[in-house]
């Protein structure tokens, strides 16, 4: 498998964040928080299944220098196999989109499932030879690992663990038939009405970010409990939601400092900063380095 990633020409070039966590198993991530569609390309070989979940948004692959696409959408997942002949990944990302996707050698998938190699249609003694491709729904047991893989802020020294932990976890709740074996593991987000709130909540936080609602006002306003709002905002997207909030802004203070339009007062204006000592020292905290020195390291 190469690790090399090509170039698109007229298209914004982007790239995957890459993690092996196991022989033969490679977790992608990729944020597209831009205006513009973004391209991934990853030269895959045949010995690799791939899994692919759109947790928001929507992307679309493309096979055979572009004569046939695929589109995945939103809370939706593909599977695609073939061993017959290589599967590189061509991907387009439209903006605001979220790509996981896990990649994992036939070997290492059979030794997962030899057991129960029955039970999962395209490992039969019929099927396992056969090209396969599938999509499906992201269930909300699933959305809240996926989440936690993209939105990951833990200790780097344990990503690779952490990553290897949620990438069985994510195949074993694909695999399952039924969702009732996570009723106990997530009883809140059985329902999907409460996980459609909790998006709407992150939402609302986005679109007010330089004066969001009070926990109290965002629970009111989406028609939660303030203890179901902690609770469900943790579990879909790994974090509380003033810990999100403040890495979204940061990032957004980030992108605006690039662009070179915005000097440091404005830039911590827009994201809700009343002064500039305030977003300087939440810069820092995030970045490790002052927003000034951050400009000045953009031009050497």
Same mark, same amino acid.
């Not at 059979?110 to 039970?119: T, V």
């Given at each position: 498998?190469?690790?090399? !990633?090509?170039?698109?020409?007229?298209?914004?070039?982007?790239?995957?964040? &890459?993690?092996?966590?196991?022989?033969?198993?490679?977790?992608?991530?990729?944020? #597209?928080?831009? $205006?513009?569609?973004?391209?991934? %390309?990853?030269?895959?070989?045949?010995?690799?299944?791939? !899994?692919?979940?759109?947790?928001?948004?929507?992307?679309?692959?493309?096979?055979?220098?572009? *004569?046939?696409?695929?589109?995945?959408?939103? &809370?939706?997942?593909?599977? /695609?196999?073939?061993?017959?002949?290589?599967?590189?990944?061509?991907? %387009? %990302?439209?903006?605001?989109?979220?790509?996981?996707?896990?990649?994992?050698?036939?070997?290492?998938?059979?030794? /997962?499932?030899?057991?129960?190699?029955?039970?999962?249609?395209?490992?039969?003694?019929? #099927?396992?030879?056969?090209?396969?491709?599938?999509?499906?729904?992201? $269930?909300?047991?699933?959305?809240?690992?996926?989440?936690?893989?993209?939105?990951?802020? +833990?200790?780097? !020294?344990?990503?690779?663990? =952490?990553?290897?932990?949620?990438? =069985?976890? +994510?195949?074993?709740?694909?695999?399952?038939?039924?969702?009732?074996?996570?009723?106990?593991?997530?009883?809140? /987000?059985?329902?999907?009405?409460?996980?459609?709130?909790?998006?709407?909540?992150?939402?609302?936080?986005?679109?007010?970010?330089?004066?969001?609602?009070?926990?109290?006002?965002?629970?009111?306003?989406?028609?939660?409990? +303030?203890?179901?709002?902690?609770?469900? !905002?943790?579990?879909?997207?790994?974090?509380?939601?003033? $810990?999100?909030?403040?890495?979204?802004?940061?990032?957004?203070?980030?992108?605006? /400092?690039?662009?070179?339009? *915005? #000097?440091?007062?404005?830039?911590? +204006?827009? %994201?809700?900063? @009343?002064?500039?000592?305030?977003?300087?020292?939440?810069?820092?905290?995030?970045?490790?380095?002052?927003?000034?020195?951050?400009?000045? @390291?953009? @031009?050497?």
């Amino acid at each position: 498998m190469s690790n090399d !990633f090509e170039s698109v020409k007229n298209v914004a070039r982007s790239s995957f964040n &890459e993690t092996k966590v196991d022989e033969g198993v490679i977790i992608l991530t990729h944020k #597209n928080e831009s $205006s513009k569609n973004q391209i991934l %390309v990853k030269d895959i070989d045949s010995d690799y299944i791939q !899994f692919h979940f759109c947790v928001k948004g929507s992307s679309q692959f493309s096979f055979n220098a572009g *004569h046939y696409r695929l589109d995945i959408l939103e &809370e939706n997942s593909l599977l /695609l196999y073939n061993p017959t002949r290589d599967l590189p990944i061509n991907l %387009v %990302v439209n903006p605001d989109s979220w790509m996981v996707s896990i990649l994992i050698s036939i070997k290492k998938f059979h030794g /997962l499932f030899s057991q129960e190699a029955g039970y999962i249609t395209f490992l039969s003694k019929d #099927n396992r030879d056969k090209k396969y491709y599938k999509d499906g729904v992201i $269930s909300p047991s699933m959305a809240i690992v996926i989440n936690q893989l993209i939105n990951f802020n +833990l200790n780097k !020294f344990i990503k690779p663990l =952490y990553f290897k932990g949620k990438a =069985y976890e +994510l195949l074993s709740l694909y695999f399952n038939r039924s969702e009732d074996a996570n009723i106990e593991q997530c009883p809140f /987000l059985v329902d999907e009405t409460n996980v459609t709130k909790i998006r709407t909540a992150k939402d609302i936080i986005i679109s007010k970010m330089a004066e969001p609602p009070t926990l109290v006002e965002l629970a009111d306003e989406i028609g939660l409990s +303030l203890k179901k709002l902690k609770e469900g !905002f943790k579990q879909i997207y790994g974090d509380s939601v003033f $810990s999100f909030l403040f890495d979204y802004k940061m990032e957004v203070s980030r992108k605006l /400092l690039e662009s070179g339009n *915005h #000097n440091v007062n404005e830039v911590g +204006l827009k %994201v809700g900063y @009343s002064t500039s000592s305030h977003f300087i020292a939440a810069f820092k905290k995030k970045y490790g380095t002052t927003p000034k020195k951050y400009i000045m @390291s953009l @031009s050497q």
